[in-house]
């Protein structure tokens, strides 16, 4: 058994040094979003605010992110300016050891409460999740949330492990990732009646086997040792979201301005129809969770999590040998991995972007199917079915994997196997709504000018349309190039391959494209009239 779990682990920190491995080869691949140029000098000013000793206060009211905290964008910001890549290309850099981050405390988490296995397996099913994956290269808001989410995971459910007196190396964990979490977004606050339930299904059973009195009494030791976590938290929390401790109250205002849809409406392709993007659906989450995540991760995911639940409130089931903080930490898992989607249903916020909102939904759902994965090897009996099951696992995360390959760098568009992949997608659900394709079409567009050594006419800039996020074209364009809304002034076109951009009649001068799906074009407009590019406006 110990040669196994050794085994396991040293399988897991190979999975690990592959995805660094791949991401470091990779990260310059990836293109900008439309978010990427605001979030990049959301990072500078921050990094004023602080260098100028709060006398440049810009940072403090620079669009809506002063409403988000800024740690992914300052880390960014300062690494560019010691690393020898362009500041764009740093922030895919840094974003992908983030997410490997995440990794990794996905697969501590799942080791600790199911094994080495569990770990791995775990491990895995996240790090093959197009999702997951896709994001953490190109997302400063959403992916870095999801990592400091499973941090704090990992730092509750070691809280409750050692219940009634968390060690203090285990009260600074929960203080630091309290305070990252909520440094990120104010949506952390969802972590609280997970682990809510988690307490109180410990002192509900402290009642039943010892006494209310010494429950409580012990309830409150557990408080009492994890209280100094609170101001570690704070200052963290400031340290990121400088706004939010301007005011005590700035964090709940943060959280009012995003309960009521904060941008003018807009509608995206969901299920072939254009939807207003606060009309969505109930059913909006949970059917793009079974269209996009691996089948693999979703079958063992699902299992893991009613078996987790049984484990937790099934008496015949839970007394078997499980220990009461092991059955809490499982609770925990499960609400974290449940709960935002069931909000999200009765709830009905504005949802649009895919999944990007969710992201930190999968790596407490990559838990869940490495506990199911750890347990179904423990009832496997002989080593055929232990054959039987490795295979069906690898099978399982190389179906994706051949996806994200061939994908890439476009691995957050994917859609499973089962739904029919992107070819499916392309005319039902949003893609490639960030816009990453201009990267790759706007390096055609040089090289095919390059190969046949055409040059701007004397005295200016090629001009090209644009029909998606301009800051993105006009960064990956270059200063060869100018970008504009007036088709009739352009000597080319930049299209992304989405519902609201027109295919157009011009001769095409590149296209980006992937398992028969476009994501990008460049048309050639010179010697004719500009045609209309808009479709219906994105917002």
């Known amino acids: 058994m110990r040669s196994e779990s050794l085994f396991a682990d040293r399988l897991a920190l190979v999975v690990l040094a592959v995805v660094a491995i791949v991401a470091g080869i990779s990260f310059r691949d990836y293109g900008l979003g439309w978010d990427d140029y605001t979030h990049s000098q959301y990072g500078n000013l921050l990094l004023k605010l602080y260098g100028s000793g709060f006398a440049d206060r810009r940072a403090l009211s620079f669009v809506n992110l002063y409403m988000y905290g800024g740690g992914f964008d300052m880390a960014a910001a300062l690494a560019a300016k010691v690393l020898p890549f362009g500041l764009f290309e740093t922030r895919r850099l840094i974003g992908a050891a983030i997410g490997i981050a995440g990794l990794f405390a996905t697969w501590r988490l799942a080791r600790r409460l199911g094994g080495p296995i569990a770990g791995l397996c ?17 997302n400063a808001k959403d992916a870095p949330f999801a990592v400091a989410m499973i941090v704090l995971l990992l730092a509750m459910v070691r809280a409750i492990d050692e219940y009634p007196r968390p060690s203090p190396r285990t009260m600074v964990l929960v203080g630091v990732a309290l305070g990252v979490a909520f440094g990120s977004r104010i949506l952390a606050v969802v972590a609280a009646p997970c682990l809510a339930a988690g307490l109180t299904l410990i002192v509900a059973e402290d009642i039943q086997m010892l006494s209310p009195r010494e429950a ?5 030791k557990f408080v009492w040792t994890l209280l100094p976590a609170l101001p570690i938290a704070y200052l963290i929390m400031g340290l990121l979201w400088p706004w939010s401790i301007l005011s005590p109250l700035n964090p709940l205002s943060a959280a009012k301005y995003f309960d009521t849809f904060f941008e003018k409406p807009w509608k995206e392709l969901y299920q072939g129809m254009l939807v207003s993007v606060p009309d969505m659906p109930a059913s909006y989450v949970p059917q793009l969770f079974v269209l996009t995540l691996p089948e693999i991760m979703l079958a063992l995911g699902l299992m893991g999590g009613i078996g987790a639940l049984a484990a937790s409130l099934y008496r015949g089931i839970a007394r078997r040998d499980i220990a009461l903080s092991k059955r809490a930490g499982l609770l925990i898992v499960t609400l974290s991995a449940i709960l935002p989607i069931a909000i999200a249903m009765v709830t009905r916020p504005a949802l649009y972007n895919g999944l990007r909102h969710f992201i930190f939904f999968a790596p407490p759902f990559a838990v869940l199917g490495g506990l199911a994965a750890a347990w179904l090897v423990t009832r496997a009996r ?23 390959v061939r994908l890439h ?9 089962a739904s ?20 790759q079409a706007a390096n055609e567009l040089r090289s095919r000018l390059e190969a046949a050594a055409e040059k701007p006419p004397q005295g200016r800039r090629w001009v090209v349309a644009i029909c998606g996020p301009q800051s993105s074209a006009r960064e990956a364009l ?34 980006v494209e992937r398992e028969g799906v476009i994501y990008a074009r ?18």
């Open 382 to 404: 002989g080593k055929a079915a232990l054959g039987a099951l490795a295979v069906v696992f690898i099978g399982g995360v190389t179906l994706p994997v051949i996806d994200m």
């Open 216 to 220: 409580r009494a012990r309830l409150g």
């Open 122 to 138: 775990a491990l895995a099913l996240l790090a093959t999740c197009p999702l997951y994956y896709g994001h953490m290269f190109m």
């Open 522 to 539: 460049v048309y050639d407009f010179r010697g004719r009239a500009g045609e209309k590019l808009l479709t219906e406006p994105p917002n």
């Open 409 to 417: 760098p476009y691995q957050y568009t994917a859609f499973n196997w």
């Open 420 to 439: 029919g992949g992107v070819r499916m997608a392309q005319h039902n659900y949003m893609l490639d709504y960030w816009g990453l394709a201009f990267k």
């Open 478 to 511: 270059g200063l060869q190039f100018e970008t504009t809304f007036d088709e009739k002034k352009a000597d080319f076109a930049m299209a992304l391959g989405t519902y609201y951009c027109q295919y157009l009649q011009a001769p095409i001068m590149a296209t």
